[in-house]
């Protein structure tokens, strides 16, 4: 049994917000932190954590947490590694491979439809596909990646109290 009942609950995207309270904020500075490379951006207003699971494991398309430490928000986006020349990237899922899904990068929303979409393929099992000159190559390659990324993402899920 979970000590979090709702960590294998997929999660719908009508359910996304990007508002924080000083109590989900204090709850990952005193015990989720530790997981995450710091940079802080003062005269923005915000830090940047990236999860140090992915050092050791680089991964294309990497799930960030932004908290804007300012306006009590955060925003989970996905930061890219190789840059890419295009906005918009292709994926499939394995579950569906005739539906080809594309991720938008020019707004912080899309980034996180696109994050939940991946966290929900994980807990169903399914892997996505990101489609490059002709090939179909997973997006998390081992265990640790997709390890790495649920938990940042239920990292941000907990920030904005979804969970």
Known sequence: MSCHPDKHKPVESEDMRF?????SEM????????????????????NIYRNKDF???EIWLEPILV????????????EEKQEESTDEVSFSRTSSKNELLTFDK???????????????????????????????????????????????????????EIR
């Open 19 to 23: 508002t924080t309270t000083d109590a």
């Open 67 to 78: 908290i804007n430490w300012r306006n009590d928000q955060a925003f989970l986006l996905m």
């Open 106 to 160: 020019s707004h912080h929303k899309n980034h996180t439809e696109f994050a939940l979409l991946v966290y929900n393929s994980l807990l169903n099992g399914d892997t996505v596909l990101y489609h490059s000159e002709g090939e179909a190559i997973p997006l998390l390659q081992n265990d640790i990646q997709r390890t790495a990324f649920r938990k940042v993402v239920f990292d941000w899920l907990r920030i904005v």
């Open 27 to 46: 709850y990952f500075k005193n015990i989720r932190q530790s997981s995450y490379l710091v940079e802080q951006k003062p005269e923005a207003g915000i």
């Open 55 to 57: 050092r050791k494991n």
